[in-house]
């Protein structure tokens, strides 16, 4: 069955970079476009950045743009988020998620259980 | 960017009762849109997709419709197991968006 595993997460100073990283198993992971999406203390859904599945087309929310970067490495089948100059209103659970199909960004399939960022001096 | 928008924010309801959750999108988005169900302290689950594709394993009393601007989400007989709350996303165009959340509320 497919498993996404992150990690990376911990609390950090404003300012600084964090390294998320998500394991995925249980599908063919070079086949498929994925995403990072995060969630607030108490808040709602919000998307942050999709890779496609040849890491070739990637695009990122607003508020991220130019701090973010997402990666994938196909071989070791592992997706990245490169989080740079952290604020606190990046504080959220960040969740990677698989698309539904191979084809076309759709829906998001499969979560992992999340990896808490906290940003505080 | 595409705003979603849901309502109600918030609703009580009883075991047993029907609910209607709508989403409406600021342009039109076809049929590309998702409904997922999150539980405190859980990621979040997908129950539909392509508007009224349901996934496999969740139960029939959800359904999806709608199309272009206006859709809905309609849990049929309300299981205690469906006190959560909701949130659809459209996949028309990146940025994807996301609607602010339904919470679902027993009465």
């Known amino acids: 069955q497919v498993q996404l595993v992150e990690s990376g997460g911990g609390v950090v100073q404003p300012g600084r970079s964090l390294r998320l990283s998500c394991a995925a198993s249980?599908?063919?992971?070079?086949?498929?476009?994925m995403h990072w999406v995060r969630q607030a203390p108490g808040k709602g859904l919000d998307w942050v950045a999709v890779?496609?599945?040849?890491?070739?087309?990637?695009y990122y929310a607003d508020s991220v743009k130019g701090r973010f970067t997402v990666s994938r490495d196909n071989s070791k089948n592992i997706l990245y988020l490169q989080m740079n100059s952290l604020g606190s209103e990046d504080t959220a659970v960040y969740y990677c998620?698989?698309?539904?199909?191979?084809?076309?960004?759709?829906?998001?399939?499969?979560w992992g259980q999340g990896t808490l960022v906290t940003v505080s001096s | 960017d595409i705003q979603m928008t849901q309502s109600p924010s918030s609703v009580s309801a009883s075991v047993g009762d029907r609910v209607i959750i709508t989403c409406r999108a600021s342009?039109?988005?076809?049929?590309?849109l998702a409904w997922y169900q999150q539980k405190p302290g859980k990621a979040p689950k997908l129950l539909i997709d392509?508007?009224?594709r349901l996934q496999s394993g969740v139960p029939s009393r959800f359904s999806g419709s709608g199309s272009g601007t206006d859709f809905t989400l309609t849990i049929s007989s309300l299981q205690p197991e469906d006190f959560a709350t909701y949130y659809c996303?459209?996949?028309?165009?990146?940025?994807?968006?996301f609607g602010q959340g339904t919470k679902l509320e027993i009465k």
């Open positions: 998620a698989k698309e539904g199909t191979e084809k076309r960004s759709t829906c998001y399939a499969n």
């Open positions: 249980g599908f063919t992971f070079k086949n498929y476009g």
């Open positions: 890779i496609s599945y040849d890491a070739k087309v990637t």
């Open positions: 342009q039109g988005i076809s049929s590309w």
């Open positions: 392509a508007a009224s």
């Open positions: 996303q459209q996949a028309n165009s990146f940025p994807h968006t």
